[in-house]
């Protein structure tokens, strides 16, 4: 994840049809920067790069399971604490999951369990930067800012079965 000024660099929007609802994918000409779910087209111009048809590609490619990893360049917008435990959740292989504690210890702030879990419903980038992957400490699900149905749905897809 880089670090770029944001003030002077163009944006571009695609709309993706996911088996999670509608994905609003915002990039500039070299990062994507963001997915939102429940995505409402209303008049909004879409303009594709290579970014997003790439994005759109790789996503294609997850959601029928053939892609379990990957390889889109980000650029996510948030603290360097937030940017810390996003960096940590791309550590978290497909199909497997992590507590908040055990993402507050990969970070060596073992204490910031709370934190970790505010700077996940921060995330700018979902599915790609897998915040669905993390559960509580009991191996139960717990919130998700895209929805709980679409957390269980993700988690499913990638076979993880919860407790």
């Not at 944001?6 to 994905?23: G, H, N």
Request: overall charge positive; some cysteine; proline content about 6%.
């Amino acid at each position: 994840m880089q670090n770029h000024k944001l003030d002077t660099m163009k944006t571009f929007r695609i709309f993706y049809e996911s088996p999670v609802e509608t994905l609003e994918l915002v990039s500039t000409e070299t990062f994507l920067m963001e997915i939102k779910f429940g995505a409402e087209k209303r008049n909004r111009p879409e303009q594709t790069n290579a970014i997003l048809d790439e994005t759109r590609r790789q996503l294609d490619a997850y959601f029928a399971g053939r892609l379990k990893q990957f390889s889109i360049p980000l650029l996510p917008q948030g603290t360097p604490f937030q940017k810390e435990v996003w960096q940590a959740l791309r550590q978290i292989p497909f199909g497997k999951t992590a507590s908040y504690g055990e993402i507050a210890s990969a970070i060596n702030n073992p204490k910031a369990v709370r934190a970790v879990g505010l700077a996940n419903s921060k995330n700018p980038i979902p599915i790609i930067i897998p915040c669905h992957r993390v559960i509580g400490k009991n191996g139960k699900m717990t919130g998700f800012a895209g929805g709980l149905w679409r957390k269980e749905w993700l988690l499913q897809h990638e076979g993880v079965t919860l407790v």
